[in-house]
């Protein structure tokens, strides 16, 4: 069964940083691309960043571009979002999906964290 398991996040002051983990299983991580999204209750979910994992091609939003830096590590497929210079803008839930669409609905997800910024 595939699955990702989420795990970072938390409360944070404006400038702060936090990392978030997405660990995939189940799946030949090789074939995947993992993207992770954020959604506030109430509106629509926005693709924050993501990677191909067999080349390695990456995608950001505009707006996290220079602070938000996405990896992979192929070794535990695990994928990170280390998010530095937060906003309070970027306060959300944040999930990973397994694939960079924003708005295709996939069979599994991350359990989701919240990320608030925060003074």
């Known amino acids: 069964e595939a699955r990702l398991v989420q795990s970072g996040g938390g409360s944070v002051q404006p400038g702060g940083s936090l990392r978030l983990s997405c660990a995939a299983s189940?799946?030949?991580?090789?074939?995947?691309?993992i993207g992770w999204f954020r959604q506030a209750p109430g509106k629509e979910r926005q693709g924050v960043s993501c990677?191909?994992?067999?080349?390695?091609?990456?995608w950001y939003r505009d707006s996290v571009k220079g602070r938000f830096t996405i990896t992979s590590d192929n070794v535990k497929n695990t994928v990170y979002l280390q998010m530095n210079s937060l906003k309070p803008e970027d306060s959300d839930v944040y999930y990973c999906?397994?694939?960079?669409?924003?708005?295709?609905?996939?069979?599994?997800w991350g359990q989701g964290t919240q990320v608030t910024v925060s003074s």
């Open positions: 999906g397994p694939g960079c669409a924003e708005n295709y609905e996939y069979d599994y």
């Open positions: 189940g799946v030949r991580f090789d074939d995947l691309s």
């Open positions: 990677i191909r994992i067999s080349d390695g091609s990456i």
